[in-house]
C-alpha cells in the first residue's frame, strides 16, 4: 500500500497523461471554442467544453454530497476574497490567452507536439506567476487584495440558497441539477455536436478527470497527519511550481500539480509520436514572438490574481459552485470577448502559422 502523498502525486501524473492525450486529439480549448463560435459559426468545440463542466459539476457535487471530498478546503471556497482582484485578474488572463493563441493548459498540450512557441510561453508564465504570487509583483497583489477584500456570509451557490431558508442539502441538489442540466442540453441542443462523437467523448472525459482530481487528493490522499491541499485540474500555480522545481528540484518536493504538468506534456508528447503528429514549429517573426511573451506574461499575472485559467476556474473551481469563480470567469470572458472583437481586438498576423 502507498502512502497517502504517493496516491496524490501518482494521481497527478496519471491524470496528467490523460489530458494531454485527450487535449492534443480533440484540440479542447476554451480559446478555440469561443473563436469557432463567435467567429466562425461553429460551436461544436465551445459544447464540449459545457459539456465538461456539466459532468465536472454533476460528479464534484455528487461527491461533496456523499461526504467523500471536503471542498471547502480548496483555494475555491476560502472564507474571504477580492471580487475586483479575481474579475480583473480573469480579464487579464483572458486577453492573454488571446494573445498567445491559447490558454496554459493548451500550451502545454501544443508543446508535447512540438511547438516550440508554446515553450516561451510556459516559461514566461511561471516566472510572471510567480512573481505575482510571491516575487516582485506579490506585495502589489497583496495590498489590492487587502483594500478590496470582503467576507459574505456565502461563498457558494448552494451557502447563498440556503440563506432564503431552505436547506443546505436541497439547495446543493437544487444548484448542481440546474447548473449541470443547463449545460448538458445545451451541449446536446446542436445537431453537428451531436454528431461529433469525438468532441462528445473528450468534453465526457476531461469532466471525470476534474472529478477524478478531487478524489485524488480529497479522498485517496487524504492524511491527517500529512494534510495536503484539496485540489484538481488548474494549470497557473503548478506551472509556477514546475518551474521552480525545474530549478530546484533539490529543496523542493514534488505536489500534484507538478505532476499534473508533467503528465501533460508526456500524454501529449507521446500522443504526437505515436498518431505521427510531432512536428517542431517556431516563431514566424519578432512580433509574433513579443505578442505571445506579452500574452504569457498577462496569463500569468492574471491567473494568480483570479486564483486559476480557464480550466483552473472555468471548469475546476465552477464545478464547486464557488461565488469567487463565477466571477472570474465573468473576467476571462470579458477579456477574451476583448481580445477577440472590437475596439481592442487582437488582429491576426498576416504570416501566423495555423495553430
Not at 22 to 46: E, K, P, Q, T
Not at 260 to 282: D, H, K, P, Q, Y
Request: hydrophobic content about 55%; overall charge positive.
Amino acid at each position: 500500500m502507498q502512502d497517502g502523498a504517493s496516491i496524490v502525486l501518482w494521481g497527478g501524473l496519471v491524470i496528467g497523461l490523460a489530458y494531454g492525450s485527450i487535449g492534443l486529439l480533440s484540440g479542447f480549448c476554451l480559446l478555440s471554442g469561443l473563436r469557432g463560435w463567435w467567429a466562425d459559426g461553429d460551436s461544436r468545440l465551445i459544447r464540449s467544453f459545457a459539456l465538461a463542466l456539466g459532468v465536472a459539476t454533476a460528479g464534484t457535487q455528487l461527491l461533496i454530497a456523499g461526504g467523500l471530498v471536503d471542498i471547502g478546503k480548496s483555494i475555491y471556497l476560502q472564507p474571504s476574497f477580492s471580487a475586483p482582484l479575481m474579475f480583473l485578474g480573469g480579464m487579464l488572463f483572458g486577453y492573454g490567452m488571446v494573445l498567445a493563441n491559447g490558454c496554459s493548459s493548451r500550451a502545454l498540450v501544443l508543446l508535447g507536439r512540438g511547438n516550440l512557441r508554446s515553450l516561451v510561453v510556459v516559461i514566461v508564465l511561471g516566472i510572471v506567476a510567480t512573481m505575482t504570487l510571491k516575487g516582485l509583483i506579490a506585495p502589489l497583489r497583496i495590498a489590492l487584495l487587502q483594500a478590496s477584500q470582503a467576507a459574505p456570509k456565502a461563498t457558494s451557490v448552494p451557502a447563498l440558497l440556503s440563506t432564503t431558508g431552505i436547506g443546505a442539502t436541497f439547495a446543493r441538489t437544487l444548484a448542481a441539477s440546474v447548473m449541470s442540466g443547463a449545460l448538458i442540453i445545451f451541449a446536446f441542443a446542436h445537431a453537428p455536436f451531436q454528431r461529433a462523437r469525438g468532441q462528445i467523448a473528450a468534453g465526457i472525459a476531461v469532466g471525470l478527470l476534474v472529478v477524478a482530481g478531487w478524489f485524488a487528493t480529497g479522498y485517496l490522499g487524504a492524511d491527517d497527519f500529512n494534510p495536503a491541499p484539496v485540489a484538481s485540474l488548474t494549470f497557473i500555480a503548478p506551472i509556477a511550481d514546475s518551474v521552480q522545481y525545474v530549478m530546484f528540484s533539490t529543496g523542493l518536493a514534488l505536489s500534484f500539480g507538478v505532476t499534473l504538468v508533467a503528465g501533460v506534456f508526456a500524454g501529449s508528447l507521446i500522443t504526437a509520436l505515436a498518431t505521427r503528429r510531432f512536428a517542431l514549429e517556431g516563431f514566424v517573426s519578432p512580433r509574433h514572438m513579443l505578442r505571445s511573451v506579452a500574452g504569457a506574461a498577462l496569463m500569468g499575472a492574471g491567473g494568480a490574481m483570479a486564483y486559476g485559467c480557464s480550466v483552473g476556474q472555468g471548469l475546476t473551481g465552477l464545478s464547486t459552485l464557488a461565488l469567487p469563480s463565477f466571477i472570474a470567469v465573468g473576467g476571462i470572458l470579458l477579456g477574451t470577448a476583448a481580445g477577440l472583437r472590437g475596439a481592442f481586438r487582437v488582429q491576426p498576423l498576416a504570416t501566423e502559422a495555423a495553430r
